[in-house]
């Protein structure tokens, strides 16, 4: 599994070793992430609360409002608390490298070991033979990474238990 050259930086040998000073330093970047997009909307808000006509300028800046903080929960603070919560998530394509099949993000606690690692779960479609790839279960599995064959990946749809790397048929018939 090879990282992409903005991410080869932070995964060195595919992984992070997560020390205490680095998750309050992931928690406090997270918060002042959505501080700022809280302070920002606040402004916006304030900025429209005066009465005038409105025009483009006011509607825009509305939409920003809602707007903004919306995608900055999306793109940058829904897959870290995900994370957390989880223990894996897809991985974001701007840290893999485009050569690259799909990856997932593992958190391992092991003790006071705490690791981030860049991984990659695949298995040989049992129905078949293609590559199953870990995908996004929706809409069928909410929340969840399933298996999804790369041939057929509405019909050959696998459970996913990373602790056993083990699945089972959820979509599909075995012949």
């Given at each position: 599994m090879k990282p992409s050259w903005l991410a080869h930086w932070l995964?060195?040998?595919?992984q992070i070793q997560l020390k205490h000073w680095h998750i309050w330093l992931i928690v406090g970047w997270l918060f002042l992430i959505g501080l700022g997009t809280?302070?920002?909307s606040y402004v916006g808000w304030f900025?429209?609360?005066r009465p005038q006509p409105v025009t483009t300028r006011e509607i825009t800046l509305f939409l920003t409002i809602f707007g903004f903080p919306y995608f900055v929960w999306l793109g940058l603070l829904r897959p870290w608390v995900r994370l957390f919560e989880d223990r894996v998530v897809l991985a974001h394509e701007i840290f893999i490298?485009?050569?690259?099949?799909?990856a997932q993000y593992e958190l391992l606690r092991d003790g006071d070991l705490r690791q981030i690692r860049l991984v990659r779960y695949t298995a040989p479609c049992p129905i078949c033979g293609a590559t199953i790839y870990l995908k996004n279960g929706a809409p069928d599995y909410p929340r969840r990474l399933v298996g999804r064959c790369y041939e057929s990946p509405r019909e050959h749809v696998f459970s996913f238990d990373r602790v056993t790397r083990r699945g089972r048929l959820l979509i599909g018939q075995l012949a």
């Open positions: 995964f060195h040998d595919g809280l302070v920002f900025s429209l609360s490298n485009i050569k690259e099949k799909p």
